[in-house]
């Protein structure tokens, strides 16, 4: 069995950061946690060198936050192929930026609430295709 990939989660509820810490954890997939409302949080994004990428849609305000850093994260040479997670409740806002982000290799989708068992079938499916 592969060794899991380092998963580095962002968005702005601390709450939703723990729960994902203690999922991946559980799943003994090394997690790093940043906080999407922090002006920095592209640079910690780079620091912690992911290998899988979970980013909420929504950060902060109304506007798709997530979606702006996954287009750094697909602009940035060493995060370009980093296969990425883009997670929401906002299911209409999901249906919104899929046709945006359709030509971008390795993206998936999890609407909120979701299976714990959804979570880790992406995270294995990302996995698999990052081989």
């Known amino acids: 069995m592969p060794e899991p ?3 580095t989660v962002v968005n702005d509820n601390p709450e939703f950061l723990q729960l994902m810490q203690d999922l991946l954890q559980d799943a003994s ?6 906080d999407g409302d922090r002006d920095n949080a592209f640079e910690l994004i780079q620091a912690s060198q992911p290998e899988i990428l979970i980013v909420d849609l929504r950060l902060g305000s109304d506007h ?16 370009r192929r980093v296969p990425t997670v883009i997670c929401s409740a906002d299911s209409w806002g999901i249906d919104k930026v899929r046709a ?22 992406v995270l294995g499916e990302l996995s698999a295709a990052a081989e």
């Open 100 to 121: 945006e982000v359709e030509e971008m290799d390795q993206v998936a989708f999890l609407t909120k609430p979701f299976a714990i068992a959804d979570l880790y079938r």
């Open 5 to 7: 990939k380092r998963v």
């Open 64 to 79: 798709f936050r997530g979606l702006e850093i996954l287009k750094l994260v697909r602009d940035d040479e060493t995060l």
């Open 29 to 34: 997939y090394p997690a790093t946690l940043v």
